[in-house]
């Protein structure tokens, strides 16, 4: 394999991905043949150039607001149940909504989106991925919900927000009425592309050609395209189906892979659509799973459904351009034991021709596998390789994953790609499995029990990221330094000032800056003593440091960033804040107020001038 890189310049050990204390104790730990020596052969050279890290770090801490280092402000820019439209009603924290509030507003649970410039307009697209019975049911003595409206309010909150934002006196707000504001629901619908269209897999008795699917629902990450589409990506499918009219139903194999259960009511859903009742409609969670593409700036276009993507728990979708013309997507399966991928589109991208554009109809899928020492390979998920004709590879992904040996990976959230140098990196959040049966501990998952998490980064072959094969190491291990002296200490990267837990959402800014976002452990206490609350920290991608930028309120998740067109302002997502006690927790309205996930604009003036380059 030929590499095209920088001259190598890494001398010390404790430049390498993986230092050579922490390496030495992994040994110990975990018992796999790797160390310090194999790590130091495959070592990447610094792909990036350091660059500016210039505020003063933010210290954890467990405050029920946003904390940001001085100079910087924020302010929200819509929460859960915001109307989008002046017809619909203001947010009502009593009943905390209806069906039909909740279909004109904004949804719940936030989590990636992307900012786009349409004309002289700014849209803002959001997911928003679940509802949690306690916040959005909360109005209900049981917590749960008691009626249909109930179930119809809890639908209405997922799926995707759409809508216009301005700045004003008041910062940036949402446009009530604007003509590009536009709900996306489980109910929208929506056409089905790829190898899966049309395949007896996807047949329903509402869909026998299995041409249109309805809605989506679980929209975890984001990514977007180079024609400037919306790309949302469904991951927890299968917590939405359950088999009211069949108490003795059981799931097949193929539906166990994807966690499909006889027992996930949480949602009711089944229980007013037969969709959702897999002994009537044994087809309908093979139909969700997949990269949903929506057109920003069409709000009456069609959604559509891209099967040759894969079908597994999507966490977020990066794209690219690859140095030869085709779009790669890289994308994450977030679950214990399961797989890194990417797609190659077959036709190769012509700027300015292409939306809209069949390149995501069509192509190879890949799922990596990361080798002891320090290299990797993508490999191709083909009738040849796995058995399995191409549809079923794209429906049943995570099977031909499988059958060509992947790499099992402690849950890959998001991707993100260097737009300075050519790289990409994957949180992997973290995974209690690792080192049971059929999780081993190996070189990319080094640690058993593994409730900290860590990044790789990959530098694809030929400065190509359409290649298949790659050179890897480990950007940083996330650990407790004041609680442990071996593995779980983190890399050494990691100190007493930045650390934290389970890293999440990822994104690269324009300036090749690294901002890490995370979904972790927030009590505070025990192995996570020290870290506060869920936060936001940036990476020089270049010198692997690492500065807290941001903690969020309490029991929340910080998912989800975009910058403005004019990249002056920076959109970051505050997922269910008081997820567990919401009763602690009055963010972002204060006083007694019950907690919504929001949407907040970070500035400082004269700041930033960053946001994503041509992509992202
Ligand atoms: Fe929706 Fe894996 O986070
Ligand atoms: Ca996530
Ligand atoms: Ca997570
Ligand atoms: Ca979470």
Not at 45 to 58: C, G, L, N, R
């Amino acid at each position: 394999m030929t590499l095209h890189c920088r001259p190598k310049r890494l001398t010390r050990m404790s430049e390498l991905g993986f230092d050579g204390v922490v390496s030495r104790r992994i040994v110990l730990l975990g018992g796999a043949a790797f160390g310090v020596a194999a790590f130091a052969d495959a070592a990447l050279p610094p792909k990036a150039e350091a660059v500016a890290m210039e505020f003063d770090p933010v210290s954890a801490n467990q405050e029920d607001t946003i904390t940001l280092p001085d100079g910087y402000t924020w302010h929200v820019v819509a929460s859960w149940g915001d109307p989008l439209w002046s017809s619909g009603n203001a947010f009502d924290s009593t009943s905390r909504g209806t069906a039909e509030s909740q279909a004109m507003a904004f949804g719940d649970n936030n989590d990636g989106m992307s900012c786009f410039a349409v004309g002289n307009r700014t849209l803002l697209a959001v997911n928003n991925e679940y509802t949690n019975p306690m916040i959005v049911w909360g109005n209900r003595a049981s917590q749960s919900y008691e009626n249909e409206d109930d179930i119809r309010k809890g639908m209405n909150a997922h799926g995707v927000s759409m809508m216009e934002i301005r700045r004003g006196a008041q910062g940036w707000q949402v446009v009530k009425d604007s003509p590009l504001n536009r709900r996306i629901t489980p109910d929208t619908p929506m056409d089905i592309t790829g190898p899966g269209r049309g395949h007896d897999l996807l047949k329903t008795r509402e869909d026998p050609q299995a041409v249109l699917a309805l809605g989506t629902f679980n929209n975890c990450g984001n990514g977007r395209t180079p024609w400037g589409t919306y790309l949302t990506c469904e991951e927890n499918f299968h917590s939405y189906f359950h088999s009211p009219s069949n108490p003795d139903w059981t799931p097949t194999d193929a539906l166990k892979r994807y966690g499909v259960k006889a027992s996930n009511d949480r949602y009711g859903w089944a229980t007013i659509a037969e969709r959702f009742d897999p002994a009537l409609e044994p087809n309908e969670p093979n139909r969700c799973g997949y990269i949903v593409e929506i057109d920003p700036a069409n709000p009456i276009a069609r959604p559509r459904k891209h099967t040759a993507m894969g079908r597994f728990k999507h966490e977020n979708c990066e794209m690219v351009v690859a140095r030869d013309g085709h779009i790669v997507a890289y994308m994450g399966d977030d679950e214990r034991g399961e797989h890194l991928y990417k797609f190659v589109s077959s036709k190769v991208y012509r700027r300015g021709m292409d939306n809209p554009s069949t390149l995501l109809e069509d192509g190879t899928l890949y799922a990596a596998r990361f080798d002891e020492n320090g290299t990797g390979v993508w490999l191709e998920l083909t009738p040849e390789t796995t058995g399995m004709d191409t549809a079923e590879i794209c429906i049943h992904t995570r099977q031909a994953a499988t059958a060509v040996g992947a790499t099992t990976m402690d849950r890959p959230e998001w991707v993100t790609a260097n737009p300075k140098a050519i790289e990409a990196y994957c949180c992997l959040t973290n995974n209690k499995n690792r080192g049971k049966s059929g999780q081993p501990v190996n070189a990319v998952n080094p640690r058993p029990n593994n409730q900290y998490g860590q990044i790789v980064r990959w530098i694809p072959a030929q400065g190509n990221h359409s290649n298949q094969e790659f050179k890897w190491d480990l950007f940083v291990m996330a650990g407790n330094p004041t609680v442990y002296q071996d593995a779980y200490s983190g890399s050494s990267n990691i100190t007493p000032d930045n650390m934290f837990n389970s890293p999440d959402g990822l994104a690269f800014d324009s300036q090749g800056r690294l901002w890490i976002q995370t979904d972790g452990n927030y009590s505070n206490a025990g192995d996570f003593a020290g870290m506060g609350n869920n936060q936001m920290l940036l990476a020089d991608a270049g010198t692997r440091s690492i500065r807290r930028f941001l903690v969020g309120p309490r029991e929340c998740e910080v998912t989800g960033i975009t910058w403005s067109p004019d990249r002056t302002t920076m959109f970051v997502g505050i997922q269910h804040p008081g997820e567990r006690n919401p009763d602690t927790c009055h963010f972002p309205d204060g006083g007694m107020s019950i907690p919504r996930s929001s949407v907040i604009a970070v500035e400082k003036p004269g700041w930033f001038g960053l946001g994503r380059a041509a992509i992202g």
